[in-house]
């Protein structure tokens, strides 16, 4: 398919230009000089721009967690019409999950890839809520959504007042313009396009597909490395950001589409909301490439649990435990010994959405597919298939190293317990055979009267009746 991108905007260059960092304080400007010296609010602004603060957190926050950003545009943001509710009504987006709108279930799900739509549809109409807990207006909880879109976003902008937006395509390139400037994310890549921020999303290559999480009332960051020292997982320094990039030609009719509590609202200007031509600070938009994530794992005995390989987390006040954590399951070695080496049959007190971005998922031999999804909710059962534990037992697990190839699985955790909105549990596309992958598991139980001793004291049973 011929590329969707808008006549609005021009396409981007083959390299962008990024600044590298996680939480520093960043600056960037355009134009040489648009940037205020020794102030961030002059009585004039260099080139008759405007100051603009977006403050991602109070402004009474410790210094060491403070989120802002100084903006210094063409025109305020402010310049707009009153919002309206958007007409039609986006109904599969969820902010506040009670029984109205979702149910809680413990049933294990999974879904299958949804199929990108044919009529035109861009990332705004083509995100829907999958399931999540908690409520943006109380400023704690989480949204899990999906997407699949056709078209390029024309003449719009989307911002969520809800939370944070952790975007992971898994199939086709987006090219999200922001409003500290401009970011290439192809599937295998991130994006986080903070709480507030402005943002439109072409696609250069067409149909595209993908997941993203969303926060309330709290921020990703990196996590604490503890026993593992200064250094792995994901490296502050392979985080980019924007350099500033800016709109301004007139935009008559342009508009601007609010998430707000879950529901979308509508205002109308006459510009760009890129038109940002400098800015400074440590609230901004990134993105990352999963394959730089330097993996842990054991190297003699047992399989590791998860979270050593979480790539960001929204942390909760009770230490350790998250309201979500973003993790990975990227192509590794495992090596450990006398080990059952896929992940280990499980019962948690997080729950888990997995999303898999290409190749397969180790403990999943067959129908966990790239662009599907599954849910294991709190203390729900779940873990290998009954193909991988007796395909692993068979062989004996293969003894020495052996390499995971071709795969990029993830999974978004949280502590508290997801709701599920209706058009995930009666799509099309769900797996309503899922636990059958389990059902085939049989007992190997053999009694003491059964099995022979170990007569020789190696540790290998002689055999068995």
């Known amino acids: 398919m011929e590329s969707t991108v808008s006549d609005a905007r021009p396409s981007f260059p083959v390299d962008l230009e990024y600044q590298s960092g996680f939480g520093n304080s960043f600056s960037s400007e355009a134009i040489a000089g648009a940037l205020p010296g020794n102030q961030n609010s002059p009585l004039v602004c260099p080139y008759g721009l405007y100051a603009e603060q977006i403050s991602g957190t109070s402004f009474t926050t410790p210094r060491k967690l403070n989120q802002r950003s100084w903006l210094y545009r063409v025109k305020p943001s402010v310049t707009h019409e009153p919002f309206k509710p958007r007409i039609p009504e986006h109904e599969r987006l969820v902010s506040e999950f009670d029984e109205s709108n979702s149910y809680a279930t413990p049933t294990q799900l999974r879904w299958k890839p949804v199929e990108v739509p044919v009529t035109p549809t861009d990332f705004i109409d083509g995100l829907y809520t999958v399931c999540g807990a908690g409520s943006s207006y109380l400023r704690h909880g989480f949204a899990v959504h999906m997407y699949t879109a056709n078209k390029s976003m024309d003449n719009c902008a989307f911002c969520s007042a809800d939370g944070d937006f952790l975007i992971v395509p898994q199939e086709g390139r987006l090219w999200i313009t922001t409003e500290c400037g401009r970011l290439q994310v192809s599937p295998g890549e991130i994006v986080v396009i903070p709480q507030g921020f402005r943002f439109a999303v072409d696609l250069p290559d067409g149909p595209s597909r993908g997941y993203a999480a969303e926060i309330f009332g709290t921020h990703f960051q990196l996590p604490d490395l503890g026993p593992i020292g200064a250094n792995g997982l994901a490296a502050s320094r392979d985080f980019l950001t924007p350099v500033a990039w800016f709109d301004h030609v007139s935009r008559p009719g342009y508009t601007i589409v609010q998430k707000f509590g879950g529901k979308l609202f509508t205002a109308k200007q006459d510009f760009s909301p890129f038109n940002v031509a400098a800015w400074h600070g440590n609230y901004v938009p990134y993105k990352y490439d999963l394959s730089k994530f330097c993996p842990y794992n054991t190297v003699l005995i047992d399989h590791a649990d998860p979270s050593i390989n979480t790539v960001l987390t929204a942390p909760t006040d009770r230490p350790g435990v998250a309201l979500l954590d973003f993790v990975i399951f990227p192509p590794r070695w495992l090596v450990a010994e006398h080990t059952f080496r896929p992940p280990y049959y499980h019962r948690n007190c997080m729950s888990e959405f997995m999303g898999l971005i290409y190749g397969g998922y180790e ?29 692993t037992i068979a062989n004996g697990n293969e003894p020495g190293p052996r390499r995971i190839s071709n795969t990029m699985a993830f999974m978004f955790e949280s502590c508290l317990m997801p709701r599920v909105c209706p058009w995930a549990l009666e799509s099309p596309f769900r797996d309503h055979d899922y636990y ?6 049989k007992s190997h139980f053999t009694s003491p009267e059964e099995t022979q001793l170990d007569v020789d004291g190696d540790g290998e049973v002689e055999g068995s009746r």
């Open 436 to 441: 059958q992958c389990w059902i085939g598991l």
């Open 363 to 391: 403990a999943k031999a067959d129908g966990f597919l790239p662009g599907g999804a599954s849910l294991h909710s709190c203390m729900t059962p779940h873990g290998p298939d009954t193909i991988t534990y007796e395909a």
